[in-house]
Structures are given as C-alpha cells and as structure tokens.
C-alpha cells in the first residue's frame, strides 16, 4: 500500500514543474484587437463617458529572462477609430491613434507570464494630442514554436485639450517571438 502512494507522489513531483517551461528571452513582434471598456472625459465639474468602441494594434519589445522572473520593455501603437461622446446632447467622434511605452515586470509558472506594465502615452486625434502615464495588468500563454497569445488590461490617464482623459483598453494579443 505505502509503495503505491510513493510511486504516485513520485510521479505527481516529476510531473509537476518547478520552473519555467518557456523562454521568455528576446525579442517579439504581435498584433492586438480590443476594446476600450472606459472611456470618460471630465473637466471641472462635467464628466462624459463614451460608448466602448475597438481597437487595433501592432507591438514589439524585448524581454529578459531570470530564472522565473522575466523583465523587459514594449512599444504599442493602436488605433481606436469612431469613439462617441455625447457631449451637451450633441454628438462628437473622435478617432485617436495611441502610442504605448511601456516596461513590463513579470513571472512565470509553467507556459504562462503574468505581468504588471507601467509606463507612458501618447494619444492623437487630428491635430492635437495628450500625452500621460500607463498602467496595466497582463498574461501572456506559449503556444509552442515561438507563438504566444495573451490578454492584457491597460489604464491610461491624459490630459486632453484641457479636459481629463480616461481610456482604458482590454485587448487580445497575439506574438511571434524570435
């Protein structure tokens, strides 16, 4: 009877890892498709929220590996085209192009990387343009053969043409890492 629960806690240990299955070292190139979830814009004592609208992206960074720990940096770019505010009952469209910087900090267990970001934005729209501070909240899964989906939450805050602007984007990504 003792042999059996040996030989399973035997096996259960060398089954189950205790590092890091994927390289997370190098660098990557991906696309991302979301939505921006909050989008508010408030100044004084009026605050406007906007209907959820899509994003889209291409990404690249470069990251290091430490044993279960992977640290590195990214640089987004995404379009969120025909985002509504109803603004004193009339409507106005805004399409903003983002510029993400961010650096990420992150473990991993097993094939996954859960990751905190940080950094800067800048958004656009037409002519002018906002810049401010990023935070977010990611994971990212190898599928194997250098390709890796994920997920991530971002939180932007700005200051857009002298108004407060929120946008906060929940994207799906996709990777190629070489």
């Given at each position: 009877m003792t042999y059996h629960v040996k030989t399973a806690?035997?096996?259960l240990a060398t089954a189950l890892p205790t590092h890091a299955l994927a390289d997370w070292n190098g660098a990557y190139v991906g696309f991302s498709l979301g939505a921006n979830t909050t989008n508010e814009l408030s100044g004084g004592f009026e605050?406007?929220?906007a209907d959820s609208s899509t994003a889209f992206g291409v990404f690249g960074g470069y990251a290091v590996q430490n044993n279960?720990?992977?640290f590195g940096g990214e640089v987004a770019f995404l379009r969120a085209p025909d985002l509504e505010f109803e603004v004193y009952e009339q409507e106005l469209t805004l399409d903003y192009d983002?510029?993400?910087l961010k650096?990420?900090?992150g473990f991993v267990v097993n094939n996954i990387l859960f990751y905190g970001v940080a950094g800067f934005s800048r958004i656009t729209e037409s002519d002018d343009?906002?810049?401010g501070f990023n935070f977010g909240v990611g994971a990212d899964y190898d599928l194997g053969n250098s390709f890796v989906i994920g997920v991530e939450?971002?939180?932007r805050h700005t200051e857009f043409r002298g108004v407060d602007l929120n946008l906060d984007t929940l994207s799906l990504?996709?990777?190629y890492r070489f």
């Open positions: 806690l035997l096996a605050r406007f929220e279960d720990f992977v983002i510029l993400d650096g990420r900090a343009d906002a810049t939450y971002l939180v990504r996709a990777a």
